[in-house]
C-alpha cells in the first residue's frame, strides 16, 4: 500500500508543477477529428465504442474511458475529453469511451456487462487496434467508476483451473468520485442519490410496480441480494487490478467515505492494491470545475496507469 501512494503523491508532485492555468473552456463534449466509432454490440440494442485518435508510437498501452450520468447518460463521447486529449497522447497511450444501455429501461447488471463486453472487445481487437494486448486500463466518473470498477473486479475473479487471475490484461483502474457501496447509499443516501439508484437498481421480475420507495427497497429481500450482487464492496477479492480512488471531501451526492470503506474492505479481504486520494475542498464532479489543482490529479491518474502498465 506504501508503493502505491508514493507514486500517486510523486504523480501528483510533478503533475502540479507542470499543470497551468491558462487553458480555455472546452466543449463539454468534445470528439477529436479521425475518431472513429465501432458498434461492439448489435443486440438488444446497438452500442458504441469512440476508438480516439492514435498516440505516437510505440504505444504504452490503452485506456478505456466509462462518463458518468447517474448510470443514465446514453453516448460515447466522455465529457471534458479534450482535458484528457493531450495528456493522454504524450503518454503514448490509446483512449477508447464506451456507450452502455442506460436505466431506467435496463437496470443492474445489464449495465455491467454492456461494459464487461466492451473491455473484451478491445483485448480481442489488440491486434486491428495496433495496441499491446495486456496493457489495459479502465477511467471512470461517478457512475462510470462504479461500472469500471464492478468491471475489474467481475473480470479478475479467479478460476480455480487457472494459475492466475483472468483477464490479466486489465492492469489498473482509477475511479474518480464513485458510488461503490450501493447497500449503504441505498439505506443512508442523500434524496439525490436515492433518485438516481431507485431508477438503476433491478426490478423484481415478479412485480409489476416499477416504481418503489427506498424504504421498500430495503425491506426487499430480492433487493437486497441484487444490491450485494453489483455493488462493489460486497465484492471484492484479492485477485483485482490495482486501482486507484478519487474523492472530494466535499462530496454530498457520493460521500467520500465510500471510497474510504472500499480500500479498507479490500485490504481485509487481501487485497493491497487499491490506493486511495482525498482531493480536499472538491465537491462531486470536481473535474468539471477546470482548476489547474484538478488537472494534476488527473495527471496523477495518469500516472498511476502508466506505473501499472510497465508490470508483467
Known amino acids: 500500500m506504501s508503493r502505491l501512494a508514493a507514486i500517486v503523491l510523486a504523480a501528483f508532485a510533478v503533475s502540479a508543477i507542470a499543470c497551468g492555468p491558462g487553458r480555455k473552456r472546452p466543449e463539454l463534449f468534445y470528439r477529436p477529428q479521425g475518431t472513429q466509432v465501432e458498434i461492439y454490440r448489435e443486440d438488444p440494442v446497438s ?6 485518435p492514435r498516440p505516437p508510437e510505440p504505444v504504452a498501452g490503452a485506456v478505456i474511458f466509462i462518463h458518468g450520468g447517474g448510470w443514465s447518460m446514453p453516448g460515447t463521447d466522455m465529457p471534458l475529453f479534450s482535458d484528457w ?3 493522454l ?37 489488440s491486434v486491428r487496434f495496433r495496441i499491446p494486448p495486456e496493457k489495459i486500463a479502465l477511467i471512470g466518473f461517478s457512475s462510470g467508476g462504479h461500472l469500471a470498477v464492478m468491471s475489474a473486479i467481475s473480470l479478475t475473479r479467479r ?27 441505498a439505506g443512508a443516501g442523500s434524496p439525490s442519490i436515492k433518485l438516481l439508484l431507485n431508477n438503476y437498481l433491478p426490478v423484481n421480475p415478479g412485480s409489476e410496480l416499477r416504481e418503489r420507495s427506498m424504504a421498500q427497497l430495503e425491506t426487499d429481500s430480492f433487493m437486497r441480494r441484487a444490491l450485494a450482487d453489483i455493488s ?39 487485497s493491497q492494491s487499491v490506493a486511495f486520494v482525498p482531493v480536499a475542498g472538491a465537491e462531486h464532479n470536481f473535474n468539471q470545475s477546470r482548476r489547474p489543482q484538478i488537472r494534476a490529479f488527473e495527471q496523477a491518474a495518469i500516472q498511476f496507469i502508466l506505473q501499472n502498465l510497465q508490470g508483467p
Open 47 to 52: 452500442l458504441g465504442i469512440n476508438v480516439y
Open 85 to 87: 486529449e493531450e495528456p
Open 89 to 125: 497522447r504524450e503518454a503514448r497511450l490509446q483512449a477508447f469511451s464506451i456507450e452502455h444501455r442506460t436505466a431506467p429501461e435496463f437496470r443492474g447488471k445489464d449495465i455491467v456487462e454492456d461494459c464487461i463486453q466492451a473491455i473484451r472487445y478491445v483485448h480481442e481487437n
Open 159 to 185: 478460476d480455480p483451473s487457472l494459475p492466475r487471475r483472468q483477464a490479466s490484461y486489465l492492469k489498473a483502474v482509477a475511479a474518480f468520485y464513485a458510488p461503490l457501496d450501493l447497500k449503504d447509499l
Open 232 to 270: 462493489p464492496a460486497e465484492n471484492v477479492h484479492p485477485y483485482m487490478p490495482p486501482i486507484l480512488l478519487l474523492h472530494g471531501d466535499r462530496d454530498t451526492l457520493v460521500p467520500m467515505a465510500q471510497s474510504m470503506n472500499f480500500q479498507q474492505r479490500s485490504y481485509m479481504a487481501g
